[in-house]
């Protein structure tokens, strides 16, 4: 496969992403029907070294700018809702208005295709919808223009189409792993299903949450968030799987918020097109794959979040307020942050914590992180050597990076084939080759899988292996901090006791 060939197949899997979100309730266009007050809220004097402290961390590999997004029909489509996407195709890629119309359909067909009603059946991953969308964009306008697509919507992906990774800089050292923030933000790691508040650089709060499906993942990259919208009404759009099955929900008929039918919960925080930081979650779905591209919790964690994220957007917003807009669930609120609040998304599959924990979470996006290159590179980063370690220790290390080095069906993960600083990319791109045949063998065997009209909505098998080194004691990121958080792993004692970790 070539580097465009792998450059396309990483920009179709982003495509069917942002197309999922759109239809899902994970979307950030505004909610009509429904009346809406915009809260003047008194605003706190914003610290020097909070929020608007945006130039001082380094962020993960992961992060490094668009072209590393993987871009799908779903996330095609997502993106088409935003008229200016269409204009820019015409405009920079001088496609003509046949080739548009084409396109739009494609992705709209592509996400009508797709439900969440059935959680007894499997869909596919990231890397068949790239590659099928990779095929589908080919076909339609030549591989050179698909090029340039890709790379376009790539960049609106990352920044959540608000442009400069959505306004933050970032660090000239962004390629360091596990990078601890120094300024005020929130950071998603989506293989850990984490989400930490970090205040002035100081981690005050960790929550367990619920990440986009493979067909539709987090993206990763900068986004920002700038309002909080209380009582988010939802209309369903019209898609088939709106009205099969048990939905109890009419195509374009509005659902209020507190509707147990409304499946953003009492909040919703925009955080760039198409994706939402929001509520309606159950418990049992935290650490899971919920929601088309966003990050889900449950309506008890959001209102926390929520508290949160006005701290460090300099606005006063107490309990007391949260309360009395329940009281009044059809009437919609938004309160805007003095300050936009940064959010990093991040995708790390390996991860050191200050605890002395090493961490290896499945590459749920197969995006073919989990390599020896990269365990080594992050090792290195807080000056332990893996070759220093002994014998068993690196058995065990070996055994379970192979064993996390599997996608959300329980297959070895191949990769996307996009270019990752943090990783192999000699072995990536050998495995690339190695795969390419096998990879679109694998696509249009599951196509039916994931065009039957089924999502993957849990991870088969085992999720993460975490390994005690003492080496590691007191460097790298913070363990998770506060009750939003419970990893329900129990680490293993390498150094004692040569036990197997803890699946999860």
């Not at 020097?48 to 962020?59: D, E, P, R, S, W």
């Not at 055994?399 to 996390?404: C, E, K, S, V, Y």
Request: glycine fraction near 10%; charged fraction near 20%; hydrophobic fraction near 35%.
């Amino acid at each position: 496969m070539t580097t465009t060939q792998r450059a396309l197949a990483a920009t179709a899997a982003a495509f069917s992403f942002f197309l999922s979100l759109s239809f899902a309730g994970c979307q950030t266009a505004p909610v009509t029907n429904a009346p809406t007050a915009t809260v003047n809220a008194n605003t706190a004097n914003v610290n020097a070294a909070g929020a608007t402290n945006t130039n001082t961390t380094n962020a993960n590999t992961a992060n490094a700018g668009a072209a590393s997004q993987p871009v799908t029909l779903a996330v095609l489509d997502a993106l088409f809702a935003d008229e200016s996407f269409a204009r820019d195709l015409k405009s920079k890629l001088q496609l003509t208005d046949e080739q548009v119309a084409q396109l739009r359909q494609a992705a709209g067909e592509e996400r009508a295709s797709l439900n969440e009603s059935d959680a007894g059946k499997h869909g596919g991953t990231t890397q068949e919808a790239t590659a099928r969308a990779t095929a589908k964009i080919k076909s339609l306008i030549g591989e050179d223009k698909a090029t340039q697509l890709i790379a376009l919507a790539s960049e609106r992906w990352s920044s959540g189409g608000e442009g400069g990774a959505a306004g933050t800089q970032m660090s000239a050292t962004a390629d360091q792993p596990n990078a601890v923030p120094t300024d005020s933000r929130i950071v998603v790691n989506a293989p850990a299903f984490r989400m930490d508040v970090f205040d002035s650089g100081r981690l005050v709060k960790s929550y367990k949450v619920g990440i986009g499906y493979p067909e539709f993942p987090l993206p990763a990259g900068m986004r920002k968030a700038s309002q909080i919208i209380f009582n988010p009404t939802w209309t369903p759009p019209d898609e088939p799987w709106v009205e099969s099955g048990k939905s109890k929900v009419k195509v374009g008929e509005t659902v209020e918020a507190g509707s147990k039918l409304n499946p953003l919960g009492p909040i919703k925080i925009p955080i760039g097109l198409p994706s939402l930081i929001h509520g309606g979650k159950q418990p049992s779905r935290l650490g899971e794959f919920a929601s088309h591209g966003c990050v889900g919790l449950t309506d008890a964690l959001v209102r926390e979040v929520a508290l949160d994220i006005a701290r460090l957007g300099g606005t006063d917003l107490t309990d007391e307020q949260i309360k009395d807009y329940a009281k009044n669930p059809t009437e919609t609120k938004s309160v805007k942050l003095a300050q936009p609040v940064p959010v990093e998304l991040r995708y790390e599959t390996i991860v050191v914590t200050d605890d002395g924990k090493l961490h290896i979470y499945r590459d749920v996006y197969d995006r073919g992180t989990n390599t020896e290159e990269n365990l080594r590179r992050v090792l290195d980063t807080y000056g332990v050597s893996f070759d220093g370690l002994d014998e068993q220790q690196r058995a065990e290390i070996t055994d379970a990076l192979g064993q996390m080095a599997h996608d959300a069906l329980g297959r070895p993960a191949e990769g996307d084939g996009t270019a990752r600083p943090n990783t192999n990319s000699s072995k990536s791109a050998s495995n690339a080759n190695a795969t390419s045949s096998k990879s679109a063998a694998n696509a249009n065997a599951n196509k039916s899988s994931t065009e039957g009209g089924h999502v993957t909505r849990n991870v088969k098998g085992q999720k993460e292996i975490t390994i005690e080194i003492a080496a590691l004691k007191g460097k790298g990121y913070p363990a998770p901090i506060g009750g939003g958080f419970d990893t329900g792993v129990k680490s293993k004692q390498t150094a004692t006791a040569p036990k197997k970790g803890k699946r999860r």
